[in-house]
């Protein structure tokens, strides 16, 4: 089996379900299609990062490829760029419910299962102060909606519906099933 990512996120929640599997990160454009909504942007991305490492695949290999955006309001929140752009979307975020949507695709030679899994989270109201503090503990920095559910930014979540793993980038319930019905 191979994992096109290289999310360590994503490393650690597979292991979770199967210890036998290669990391190979997809190297794909990553931008966002005109008028494209979070669960199309995530399954294309999914699929195309699977078939951008489908050269390395053995016959019948499974070929797991994911994304995952975080949306408020119908905008896309990906990583933020810089500081003003953190706080941007942590403004959006703040005492708000957002959605966090993960395609993943399991591509066995040319054939591709493609789901998309959406968690909704909510966050109590934030302060500027534990903002800042977050963005310079540089956990924000590579991750989508800028905040990761399993550091630093658990203690801002009040609620979420729906599945947790999927929020830390790898819905495994859905995985699982996608893998067991590719063999």
């Known amino acids: 089996m191979i994992l096109a990512s290289q999310s360590p996120r994503r490393r650690d929640l597979l ?16 931008s966002l299609g005109d008028g494209e909504e979070p669960d199309q942007f995530v399954s294309r991305l999914a699929e195309a990062k ?34 003003d752009d953190f706080l941007s979307m942590m ?15 399991v591509l066995v030679d040319d054939r591709a299962d493609v789901q998309v899994v959406r968690t909704d989270v909510t966050f109590r109201e934030l302060t500027r102060e534990e903002r800042l503090h977050y963005w310079q503990t540089g956990e924000p920095k590579d991750k989508a909606g800028g905040y990761g559910i399993q550091g630093l930014a658990a203690r801002f979540v009040q609620s979420i519906q729906g599945s947790y793993t999927n929020v830390v980038g790898l819905p495994l319930v859905e995985l699982e099933a996608m893998l067991n019905n590719a063999s």
């Open 91 to 105: 403004n959006r975020l703040s005492g708000r419910t957002h959605q966090v949507y993960s395609g993943i695709c």
């Open 15 to 30: 292991q979770l379900i199967t210890p036998d599997f290669r990391v190979i990160p997809a190297d794909i454009d990553e």
């Open 50 to 83: 699977a078939r951008a490492v489908a050269s390395y695949a053995h016959i019948g290999e499974p070929i797991i490829g994911s994304d995952t955006t975080v949306s408020v309001d119908g905008m896309i929140l990906n990583k933020p760029s810089d500081l």
